[in-house]
């Protein structure tokens, strides 16, 4: 590894060291939590079913064999139970999800039946119990359902409602400021004059941020200059919990921003990972204030906020970012190693049982088309020569 360097697993150790979940949780409303992070475990109100129900439209009857008369009485309907006993020689008629009514003990299926004249005539034996949803069957009351840490996305704000709950106590969302340093860049659609190009960094990691789970304001663009740089620098640390910038961050005369950092009394943490692309990233903190300097090619970038700022989002709201669904891939073509470890963008596609790992096209850190449509980072551990086609790569999920 280039001396100076630290390697990724370090540089996330130190992020992540510098993260404390935000606080204190907020209690919301469960129609506005998706996409939040549980701050306590979420245990069910009542059961779930809250009653014994049926599972098929049909008739409510006690347990017996083919061929018995039955006389109907009254109807059990979802929302509306019916209240009359069945006695042997009765049935109710019932649909799916009503309750089951008194001295009932079972449901047979509307298809099991012949009916005349307000009778049924059973096709079928009938068990116990059977077509019976029991109260409690999928969450008995006072279980944990979700863990402090989930995700609210569908299937768990509908399991919460199931449940019983109105509010749920989730993490605050970090708030992210996103600046973009570079006297080249023009905003989105805009016209380029001679050496400009388009700021794609400014959406590109606003909504990275917000797949993340942050509030991100539309991002600031900065010229390179010192005094213009600390004045954006100083107003982000005022109401930001983490700032990112992209660009200015290398060593070059027109690079401004650790300076401003330094001046603005933001520590460092590190500067410079052992990656490909990404080396030049840059963190600090003041206070609970994150500050991620990520390098300017778009990329670079992308890659260096999925493997350091996105964690730092999930750490804040008292989570982790969601393993890969794979953690390694056979590598589906020889990768020329590097001296850092690399981030490849790969595609993942399964041949003969195995998830083989396809590099989406060139890799260059400015070869934005190489994002487009990949599955993961497969890193590539540093060293010389080649890693052969058929070697096993750790994967990184991509954010979102
Ligand atoms: P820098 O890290 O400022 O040296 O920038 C490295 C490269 O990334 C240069 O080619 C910049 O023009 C490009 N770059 C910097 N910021 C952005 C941005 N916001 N959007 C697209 N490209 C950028
Ligand atoms: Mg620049």
């Given amino acids: 590894m280039p001396s100076g ?57 006690t347990a017996g064999p083919a061929g018995r008369v039955l006389t109907v009485f ?48 059973t096709t079928a034996p009938v068990r116990e119990g059977e077509h019976v949803r029991h109260a409690g069957e999928d969450i008995p009351a006072g279980t944990t359902v979700l863990a402090a840490g989930s995700r ?9 409602v199931a449940s019983g709950l109105g509010r749920v106590l989730v993490a605050r969302r970090p708030r992210v400021q996103v600046l973009c340093t570079g ?40 010229p390179d200059d010192r005094a213009a740089t600390v004045e954006a620098l100083a107003a982000a640390l005022d109401h930001a919990d983490v700032t990112i910038v992209s660009g200015g961050v290398s060593v070059g005369p027109h690079d401004h921003v650790k ?45 260096t906020f999925t493997l350091f700022a996105s964690h730092a ?8 970012v969601a393993p890969a669904l794979e953690p390694e891939a056979i590598l589906a073509m020889a990768v020329h190693r590097h001296n850092r470890e690399q981030a490849v963008r790969v595609k993942l596609e ?14 260059g850190s400015h070869i934005i088309t190489s994002l487009l ?11 010389s020569g080649e890693m052969p086609a058929g070697a096993s790569v750790a994967l990184e999920p991509l954010p979102g």
């Avoid at 041949?351 to 890799?363: E, K, L, S």
């Fill in 5 to 61: 360097l630290i390697t990724i697993a370090q540089a996330r150790e130190l992020v992540l060291q510098s993260t404390r979940p935000l606080a204190p949780p907020e209690l919301i409303e469960v129609d506005h939590a998706l996409d939040r992070v549980l701050a306590q475990d979420v245990a069910a109100a009542g059961d779930v079913p809250p009653f014994p129900c049926s599972a098929m439209d049909g008739y409510a009857v």
């Fill in 74 to 121: 009254g109807e059990s309907r979802a929302g509306a139970p019916s209240e009359r006993p069945v006695e042997n020689g009765q049935a109710t008629r019932i649909s799916t999800g009503a309750a089951i009514p008194p001295g009932a003990s079972a449901v047979i299926p509307q298809e099991n039946v012949e009916v005349r004249d307000g009778t049924i005539t």
């Fill in 152 to 160: 609210l996305r569908a299937a768990e704000l509908g399991a919460a």
């Fill in 183 to 222: 006297d080249e860049l023009r905003p989105p659609g805009e016209p380029l004059g001679p050496g400009e190009i388009h700021n794609s960094n400014a959406l590109m990691l606003v909504a990275l941020a917000a797949r993340c789970g942050a509030v991100a304001p539309a991002a600031g663009r900065l």
């Fill in 259 to 303: 300076p401003a950092l330094a001046q603005l009394q933001v520590e460092e943490v590190f500067w410079g990972v052992s990656l490909q692309p990404g080396k030049p990233t840059w963190f600090g903190v003041r206070d609970d204030r994150l500050v991620f300097g990520l390098p300017g090619n778009p990329v670079s970038a992308f890659v």
């Fill in 313 to 320: 989002l999930a750490a804040l709201q008292g989570t982790t």
């Fill in 350 to 363: 399964r041949r003969d049982g195995a998830v083989v790992a396809v590099p989406n096209g060139p890799q």
């Fill in 373 to 383: 449509g990949a599955d993961a980072l497969a890193l590539i551990p540093p060293g």
